[in-house]
């Protein structure tokens, strides 16, 4: 069998981290997809090739003993998961446990008790407008009785055309309320009560989503106006390139989910992700370049991003103590800042909580839009 260079394939170098071989392999992948133009070969050879470098000890195996064929490479595999387990470095085994959250502790846990309505907004609604054009027609309709001496020809031309424009206006404002109701009931019969949208990662590798699409749906379902969506690709993009989205009226926030060692992370003040207070490099995120492609896709929504932290072995994971002010004055930074899932749910709910009951139905479609495999586009 022909010997096969793993590190040459993903294009890294022998010493590369776990977290560049990730990273290498994902933006090789979209172009050697079928999908995208590219072959099924180059396409399960840069698989092979990630499958190998990314487990630790399968990568420890291959370079103990070179460049393996792909059945040397499955005997190996076997062996492997056979061995002692690692006591340093990531364990590919572990499961970190399901968060638990004390709900005492959030502070917008009890703002949205009893408000179930969701209110189903839009763009361009008429809102209480077709109320209050019936109540401006209403006073001006009986003006002439209550001030009849004041009443001249050209007072009384006036006042004929001001009920007709406000009778005119009061039509054209039932209209478009019943419109909105109609296209309200539309938009219930479609999606029902569904909240959640998308699937969460399903590969060995991909426990930190599953595990905060656990929390979302355990937490912040709790908020009647939230929708939760897993696997968005970015405009223009195939790929699920974002894990989560959470939406609540016209917040969104965008969330990669990472498993990485225990240990203390925060910003240093060059705003570089830091480990126990030395620069990180054992991982890296694409959260700026997703905030800033959906800024641009919905110019008139706040996003934000964040990254949600759970240990890849026995031990915890803690984070720097962030304020909402913290919060609001890290949105211009290119890192968003690493969590833990309490601080999301804590600190990320009381913001998307602003507008706990509504569903602005433009938006939610143009997020769905993005969801990879959703058949719905992105219209109004």
């Not at 079928?34 to 180059?42: H, L, Q």
Request: with cysteine; net charge negative; aromatic share 8%.
């Amino acid at each position: 069998m022909t010997e096969v260079d793993y590190y040459a394939v993903l294009g890294v170098e022998r010493a590369a981290s776990t977290a560049e071989i990730k990273s290498a392999y994902r933006s090789r992948v979209r172009r050697a997809h079928p999908d995208a133009g590219g072959s099924a070969e180059e396409f399960q050879l840069l698989r092979q090739a990630y499958d190998t470098l990314s487990d630790p000890m399968l990568r420890a195996a291959y370079d103990r003993r070179g460049r393996w064929p792909a059945l040397a490479l499955a005997a190996e595999r076997r062996a492997a998961r056979r061995a002692e387990p690692r006591r340093f470095g990531e364990d590919p085994d572990f499961v970190p446990p399901t968060p638990t959250i004390d709900v005492r502790d959030l502070p917008w846990w009890d703002l949205v008790e009893g408000a179930f309505r969701v209110h189903y907004a839009h763009p361009g609604s008429p809102g209480h407008a077709p109320a209050g054009g019936a109540l401006l027609g209403a006073a001006l309709l009986p003006l002439p009785l209550v001030v009849p001496f004041a009443f001249s020809a050209w007072l009384a031309a006036v006042w004929a055309l001001l009920v007709v424009s406000a009778a005119a206006t009061g039509v054209l404002l039932v209209r478009r309320h019943l419109e909105s109701l109609r296209a309200v009931r539309s938009f219930r019969s479609e999606f029902g009560d569904r909240i959640v949208f998308g699937t969460p990662g399903s590969e060995d590798d991909e426990v930190a989503q599953r595990l905060t699409a656990e929390v979302f749906q355990r937490y912040l379902t709790r908020l009647p106006g939230v929708r939760i969506f897993h696997g968005l690709a970015w405009p223009d993009s195939v790929f699920a390139d974002i894990d989560h989205a959470v939406l609540c009226g016209r917040r969104l926030v965008l969330v990669e989910s990472k498993s990485w060692l225990p240990g203390h992370y925060g910003l240093a003040d060059d705003a570089t992700l830091t480990r126990n207070g030395r620069r990180f490099r054992g991982g890296g995120t694409q959260l700026s370049t997703s905030v800033e492609a959906f800024r641009r896709l919905l110019p008139d929504v706040e996003v934000r991003g964040a990254l949600v932290l759970y240990p890849s072995r026995e031990g915890e994971i803690t984070t720097d103590d962030w304020t909402p002010d913290d919060l609001a004055d890290l949105d211009h930074l290119d890192v968003p800042p690493p969590m833990t899932p309490e601080q999301f749910v804590r600190l990320l709910g009381d913001w998307l909580a602003a507008e706990p009951v509504t569903v602005d139905r433009h938006v939610f479609r143009t997020v769905l839009g993005q969801v990879v495999g959703s058949s719905t586009a992105s219209r109004t």
